[in-house]
Every structure is written in structure tokens, then in C-alpha cells.
């Protein structure tokens, strides 16, 4: 294989680096490092697919090494950033109060984000209607989304009175699990062309994004919650038009 052909795979490898890496250390207590090792994974995970075009370097093997770096870097990390996550504060707040049984049973429930993000990713790989758009959210942006989360809340206790549930993650693991392997059409931000007709819902969509982060910056908000609004507007925005079309 030549150099040329080789230079996307190198990329999805340091994918793959990036969210093993992450993976280590959600288990070792580092969750911000694990979160910006997966917001890296995600940056490597748009440019080896760019690359690929670029270089016309497509390749069997190329996909199925993307497919199996995005279930590491963008469903086995975020499982574990969660699992650790609820694991801390059931453990503070809930130990002695339930039977210690409930506790780890619910505490293995993010777990299933990872089966749903491999179901999401088999499913791209042999589903032909997924060329122009996707069918379930797609991994990265699911992964964002709990990042987001994750990081936004360390530094704002806004949302501890719903966080600070038994519940709270057990139901949105499944909620974010079942998004992954749903059946909602979802655009995807790659433009064949410039144009504004068949664009339209990608340009109005960057508008927005950019007017976001500026108000965010403005505000003195993190980053994070403007990653979070952003992937929030996505799926509801998706979701709400799926829903409207089913209605007609």
C-alpha cells in the first residue's frame, strides 16, 4: 500500500489512540483528560475521512478500521466516562439507602451505549440509505454530546439536582442508546456542493452554530455548553421534522 493510501488509516489510528487512551483514564479518575482525548479522537475522526477524499484513498479495510476506532473512541469511552461518573456519586450520595444489588445493576446501564453505538456502526457499514444522510444519531455526535454534558457540569452545579438521581443516567443511557440505533433521518454536514437549495438546512444550521459560540463566548459560558446546544438543536431538530413527516 502506498504512502498516499496509508495516510488516512494513520489518521483513524490516532483515533483509535485517542480514545483507548481515554478509556485508561476514566478508569484511573482523569475525566477531563478523557473528555479532551475523545473531542481529539473526533477531530482525527473528521479528517480521516476528508483525507480520504482528498487523496482519493478510499479502502475496504480504511472503513472497517473507522467503524471499530469510532466504537472505542466514541462508545466504549463515553460508557466509561458515565460508569465512573454515576459509580462516584451513587456511591456518596445512595450507599446504605438501597441494596447494594441495585446500585452495581444500574451502574453497568451506560454500558449499553457501547452495544448501541456497535449496532449503530454495523448498521452504517451495510445500510445503502446512509450515503447523503444517516439513519439514528451518529456516534461522534452522541459521544459529543455526553463530553459536553460531562465536562459543562464540573464547572456549573446547575444541573445536580437532576444528575444527582439514582436515575438520571440509567434513563439517559437508554434514551441516548436507542437515538443511536433509531430510525430518525439525520443531515449530515458533508456538502457535495455549494449550493443554497440542496444546502439549505447545512447553511442555516453553521449560521446558527457560529451566532451560539459567539453568544457563549460572550456570556463567559465554557465551551462545552455550546458543544451540548449544539448537538441538543441537532437531534431535536432532526427528530422534530421525523415526527412532523410521519404526521403528514
Known amino acids: 500500500m502506498s504512502i498516499r493510501k496509508s495516510i488516512p488509516n494513520f489518521i483513524t489510528s490516532l483515533n483509535l489512540i485517542c480514545g483507548t487512551v481515554a478509556v485508561i483514564m476514566a478508569f484511573r479518575g482523569y475525566e477531563l483528560w478523557a473528555v479532551y482525548l475523545i473531542l481529539a479522537a473526533a477531530v482525527f475522526d473528521f479528517f480521516d475521512g ?3 477524499r482528498l487523496l482519493k484513498a478510499y479502502s475496504p479495510m480504511g472503513k472497517e478500521l473507522d467503524s471499530l476506532a469510532d466504537l472505542v473512541s466514541f462508545g466504549l469511552a463515553p460508557s466509561s466516562l458515565i460508569y465512573m461518573r454515576y459509580s462516584e456519586l451513587v ?3 445512595f450507599s446504605g439507602k438501597f441494596p447494594i444489588f441495585i446500585i452495581e445493576a444500574l451502574s453497568l446501564v451506560p454500558v449499553i451505549i457501547a452495544v448501541g453505538s456497535a449496532l449503530r456502526l454495523a448498521k452504517f457499514n451495510v445500510d445503502t440509505r446512509q450515503s447523503e444522510t444517516f439513519i439514528g444519531v451518529p456516534t461522534p455526535a452522541n459521544a459529543i454530546l455526553i463530553i459536553s ?3 459543562y457540569t464540573v464547572f456549573n452545579p446547575h444541573f445536580f439536582p437532576f ?3 439514582l436515575w438520571f443516567w440509567p434513563l439517559a443511557s437508554l434514551l441516548l ?3 443511536l440505533v433509531s430510525n430518525i433521518p439525520m443531515f449530515s454536514l458533508k456538502m457535495k456542493s455549494l449550493g443554497w437549495k440542496e444546502n439549505k438546512v447545512r447553511f442555516v444550521f453553521a449560521g446558527a452554530a457560529v451566532i451560539a459560540a459567539a453568544a457563549v463566548a460572550i456570556s463567559g459560558e465554557k465551551w462545552s455548553l455550546w458543544l451540548m446546544l449544539l448537538i441538543l438543536s441537532y437531534i431535536l431538530y432532526n427528530s422534530s421534522v421525523y415526527i412532523a413527516g410521519r404526521h403528514e
Request: charged letters at 15%.
Open 50 to 52: 476528508f483525507a480520504a
Open 177 to 179: 442508546s436507542w437515538l
Open 149 to 151: 454534558f460531562l465536562h
Open 163 to 165: 444528575e444527582y438521581t
Open 91 to 93: 456511591s456518596d450520595a
